[in-house]
Nanobody, 126 residues
Framework: QVQVVESGGGSVQAGGSLRLSCASY????????MAWFRRAPGKEREGVAS???????DYQESVKGRFIISVDNTNNTLYLQMDSLTPEDSAMYYC????????????????????WGQGTQVTVSS
């Protein structure tokens, strides 16, 4: 089990950028697949981006070309660089971790993840 804590959310105008961070504690960091999810008011939680222990990444179609997921194994931190933000990106963003082996589709499904953070709010105004 690993504990994860998100930070970096905030309020920006459309077209702006934010970088989310997810610090992890415990577990064997390099054994995990990590991902970012988000939940907007009145909507289901959805997968945004994932990165596996080999560094392979997958993205939700709506964020491809705008968001980049990355890890820093020296300090056990996951990042999500978000550029060209739109109001549709407004949501609570969650970091999640799992040791499960998954297909690329499964990597963006929340049911595969065991360890979750409390979330960080992102608000994009038009």
């Amino acid at each position: 089990q690993v504990q994860v804590v998100e930070s970096g959310g905030g309020s920006v105008q459309a077209g702006g950028s934010l970088r989310l961070s997810c610090a992890s504690y415990g577990g064997t960091w390099t054994s995990y697949c990590m991902a970012w999810f988000r939940r907007a008011p009145g909507k289901e939680r959805e997968g945004v981006a994932s990165i596996d222990s080999d560094g392979k990444t997958d993205y939700q179609e709506s964020v491809k070309g705008r968001f980049i997921i990355s890890v820093d194994n020296t300090n056990n931190t996951l990042y999500l660089q978000m550029d060209s933000l739109t109001p549709e990106d407004s949501a609570m963003y969650y970091c999640a971790a799992t040791t499960s082996d998954m297909t690329p589709v499964q990597a963006l499904e929340d049911g595969w993840y065991n360890d979750w953070g409390q979330g960080t709010q992102v608000t994009v105004s038009s």
